[in-house]
């Protein structure tokens, strides 16, 4: 492997030291370095592997980057990452580490990495990625509009409680523990708990409906839509190698996100459909090279 090939993938790990270093809460240094550096793993393990293969790669970094999240915030620090939490946050005007993880993973950094965060880190993805499905057909279009009724549901649910009484800080309506930082972390892991119950309890029985792992992010995610502008002027996009494509469709049938890889990539173009999530699966099946 050459030097320049290590330097690259070791990236994603440098940028969460990076980060870690920058944020300076103990805590960073457990989330950012682990994300980057199972990025880079993820990356190295698809360099020995072949073809459709390499995803196992990015899959393994996927489903290991989620205890982040999901044990090390969620469970130890009663930290919420979901949408209705940001939402209760900005509403009090708090920056915590619910909003850094939105700036960075969901508003900002998809300037840069576009959809990165879905398919290489997600928490709900982690699990849907691992299922036992094979096929992957096409959402009819019909039903991604979902998306953004749910979206709008998402912001009006803490905004109701919010106007119907509900101080998620004090905690008016359950009364006063004498402890309002301990109080308001119960909620914050009740809301977790429930909020990512719902998420996984909707997205598993999807896949298996529409024979599609990711059936839950082409319906009914509304986080996906938060990120779909920055998505189309991001930095990272795959594009044409300058190989000439055969026209196979094996780019378009296996990707997750149904994209029409063929079409850009066929005319020359960058992928800039703001549902690529950069899984690399296109590049990975393409059998003249043609995506870079
Ligand atoms: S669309 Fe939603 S569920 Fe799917 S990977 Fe992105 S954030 Fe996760
Ligand atoms: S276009 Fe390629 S990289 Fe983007 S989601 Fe589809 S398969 Fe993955
Ligand atoms: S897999 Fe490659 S050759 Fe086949 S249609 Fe897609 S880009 Fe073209």
């Given at each position: 492997m050459s030097i320049k090939k290590i330097i690259i993938n070791l990236i994603p790990f440098l940028i969460g030291i990076f980060l870690a270093w920058l944020?300076?809460?103990?805590?960073f240094w457990v989330i950012f370095p682990w994300i980057g550096g199972w990025i880079s793993i993820g990356c190295f393990i698809a360099i020995y592997k072949k073809g459709k293969d390499k995803d196992l790669g990015r899959r393994i970094s996927i489903l290991m980057i989620s205890p982040v999240f999901l044990?090390?915030?969620?469970?130890?620090?009663?930290e919420n990452l979901q949408l209705e939490e940001t939402v209760f946050y900005i509403a009090a005007g708090y920056i915590t580490r619910v909003l850094i993880h939105y700036i960075i993973?969901?508003?900002?950094g998809p300037f840069i990495w576009g959809r990165g965060f879905c398919g290489w880190a997600c928490w709900t993805a982690a699990i849907l990625e691992w299922l036992p499905i094979k096929e992957n057909r096409a959402i009819p279009k019909?039903?991604?509009?979902?998306r953004y009724i749910v979206l709008v549901i998402s912001i009006l649910i803490p905004i109701l409680f919010i106007q119907f009484?509900?101080?998620?800080?004090?905690n008016h309506i359950y009364g006063d523990s004498g402890n309002l930082f301990q109080h308001h972390k119960t909620h914050q892991l009740i809301w977790f708990l429930v909020g990512n119950g719902i998420y996984y309890a909707t997205a598993i029985p999807l896949a298996f409906i529409f024979k599609k792992k990711r059936a839950f992010c082409k319906i009914?995610?509304?986080?996906a839509l938060i990120m779909k502008l920055q998505t189309r002027v991001a930095l990272i996009k795959l594009k044409p190698t300058g190989n000439e494509c055969i026209e196979c469709g094996t780019c378009n049938k296996n990707c997750p996100m149904d994209v029409d890889v063929m079409f850009y990539i066929k005319n020359g173009k960058?992928?800039?459909?703001?549902?690529?999530?950069?899984?690399d699966i296109c590049r990975n099946v393409c059998p003249v090279n043609a995506i870079k």
């Open positions: 944020l300076s809460w103990w805590g044990i090390f915030l969620g469970i130890f620090q009663h993973a969901k508003i900002l019909k039903y991604t509009h979902i009484g509900y101080d998620f800080f004090n009914a995610c509304p986080v960058s992928i800039t459909s703001t549902e690529c999530i950069l899984c």
